[in-house]
């Protein structure tokens, strides 16, 4: 008799998650996104999956910005939330695979503390100036720094972050000496290379594809190995004298670890079914990203691939921040 209430109890607490999944969500689910509001490239992309998730769920997915030290603020609050599906977390190549190399105390370790949901869009990361620099190309901007040693400035994000690390290494690998100004979110940075204080910024084309487009930016070069199939133009840095120049980005949704498996798979199925979508695609194309769907488990091992590659990186720029 006890044996047979113990299978029948072990029965029904292997239901519950089915159960969850089946309700879920049953009620408004929290998307935070590590950086502030504005013109980044993470707030647009988060902003944009949330309307469309509410619509594909049923219920609202209320955007939360939660910004502070390179994003790794936001990625720790949704690292240590209850794991029930209703705090995610729009993830990123910054906080995610370069903080961990780059922070001594990251606060939360991203790989064994989150849940990998979908990535659902790639960012190519480009290199662009204010218009007033006498430079049209990358060479002619190397020339420039290497003329004005420690004169030229580079804005990023914050320390630590996929635009800092950008400026590093061409820094590094062009030989030239440009000195980092972070500030506390791009869109501030954005300002700042608009109006000529500071000459050039190396970030998402997300956040840069309409100033490009008015004559605001003038870009250099596309920090990925190959050129985008959304500036198909722009030559690469590395086709411009640095080669194996890379830097590239990515958006997911990722949730705390231990969230039950059948909220992962329906999260992962109404992301899938926004990315099929021209709606999505189109709007993706017109903001400089390009459609990445990734499973969670891809997701996963794409996440520990990324996290060493950029523990190379952050190596060979000696960067480490308490």
């Known amino acids: 008799m006890k044996k047979a209430l113990r299978i029948a109890i072990a029965v029904l607490m292997a239901a519950v998650p089915s159960f969850a999944a089946a309700d879920y969500p049953d009620r408004p689910v929290r998307l935070i996104v590590p950086y502030p509001p504005g013109s980044s490239t993470n707030d647009i992309l988060g902003r944009a999956l949330a309307l469309r998730l509410s619509a594909v769920l049923g219920q609202q997915v209320v955007v939360d910005n939660r910004s502070g030290a390179s994003g790794n603020m936001g990625s720790e609050l949704v690292a240590k939330a209850t794991p029930d599906g209703y705090t995610l977390l729009v993830g990123v190549a910054g906080p995610l695979a370069v903080g961990p190399s780059v922070y001594k105390n990251l606060g939360y370790d991203p790989i064994k503390d989150l849940a990998p949901i979908a990535m659902y869009a790639a960012v190519p990361y480009v290199l662009v100036v204010n218009p007033a620099v006498p430079a049209s190309n990358v060479k002619e901007l190397i020339a420039l720094a290497k003329a004005k040693p420690g004169q030229l400035n580079f804005a990023s994000s914050g320390s630590g972050g996929s635009p800092h690390l950008c400026g590093e290494l061409f820094k590094a690998m062009a030989g030239i000496d440009i000195v980092h ?142």
């Open 181 to 322: 100004i972070p500030y506390k979110g791009a869109g501030m940075a954005m300002i700042d290379v608009l109006s000529g204080q500071i000459p050039m910024i190396c970030t998402g084309a997300t956040a840069l594809s309409a100033h490009i487009k008015a004559g605001r930016l003038r870009p250099m070069g596309v920090a990925s190995l190959k050129r985008s199939a959304l500036m198909p133009d722009l030559p690469t840095i590395a086709e411009q004298g640095l080669p194996g120049f890379e830097v590239n980005s990515w958006s997911g949704l990722l949730a705390p670890a231990k969230t039950p498996e059948p909220i992962i798979r329906k999260l992962y199925e109404a992301v899938a079914k926004i990315i099929g979508t021209d709606d999505m695609k189109n709007f993706l194309a017109s903001v400089g990203a390009e459609p990445a769907l990734m499973n969670p488990r891809d997701f996963a091992a794409y996440l520990k691939v990324d996290t060493a590659r950029w523990a190379k990186v952050v190596k060979a720029a000696n960067l480490k921040i308490d």
